[in-house]
T-cell receptor, first 114, second 116 residues
């Protein structure tokens, strides 16, 4: 158990819908990262937040957005869902935004778009 | 841009034997970190080992060790005395050495099967 929690574990929804994935980082971790793992794209970085502020953006679609709240939990919002958005979405956290600190991964949320 | 290449989609090894997984990367950064992550069937991402590019000495963690060749941009993982629990996907990953944007860039993975 990494200490990072993600809810829900599984999500099945239809095309065109909107979903919200939630992540609670390890206690004391200020930085949160979102990654997407799909058969087509592999594991790719989406977005990073540090203490409530966006720090870096990767290959995140405009239909996707995220935020980190004052209690440091983060939410990833996916809208106008397409079949290709079906993937495993990981959240990871680290103590700070520096490179010296390990990123701990949550168990992931499996999203299936039908 | 950073790219990470794992040229072995699948590998297998007999239990108790040694296996080496390959990884090459491309970057213009002078300082960076390299990682191997393990993803067992549970899908959990688990850090196996990390290497700081400015350190000459190869990292080791129990049965896991790396062969880091900076000039060749090569970072292979050696697993000694393979165990059934080592069966998993293994991902090589790269991180820039900078504060702020320190996300991971992953390779496509190598599926390792340990045969009893």
């Amino acid at each position: 158990d990494s200490g990072v929690t993600q809810t829900p574990k599984h999500l099945i929804t239809a095309t065109g819908q909107r979903v919200t994935l939630r992540c609670s980082p390890r206690s004391g971790d200020l930085s949160v990262y979102w990654y997407q793992q799909s058969l087509d794209q592999g594991l790719q970085f989406l977005i990073q937040y540090y203490n409530g502020e966006e720090r870096a953006k990767g290959n995140i679609l405009e239909r996707f957005s995220a935020q980190q709240f004052p209690d440091l939990h983060s939410e990833l919002n996916l809208s106008s869902l397409e079949l290709g958005d079906s993937a495993l979405y990981f959240c990871a956290s680290s103590v700070t935004s520096g490179p010296n600190y390990e990123q701990y991964f949550g168990p992931g949320t499996r999203l299936t778009v039908t | 841009a950073q790219t990470v290449t794992q040229s072995q989609p699948e590998m297998s090894v007999q239990e108790a034997e040694t296996v080496t997984l390959s990884c090459t990367y491309d970057t213009s950064e002078s300082n960076y970190y390299l990682f191997w992550y393990k993803q067992p069937p549970s899908r959990q991402m688990i850090l196996v080992i990390r290497q700081e590019a400015y350190k000459q000495q190869n990292a080791t963690e129990n049965r896991f060790s790396v062969n880091f060749q900076k000039a060749a941009k090569s970072f292979s993982l050696k697993i000694s005395d393979s165990q059934l629990g080592d069966t998993a996907m293994y991902f090589c990953a790269f991180m820039k050495h900078r504060t702020g944007a320190n996300n991971l860039f992953f390779g496509t993975g190598t599926r390792l099967t340990v045969i009893p």
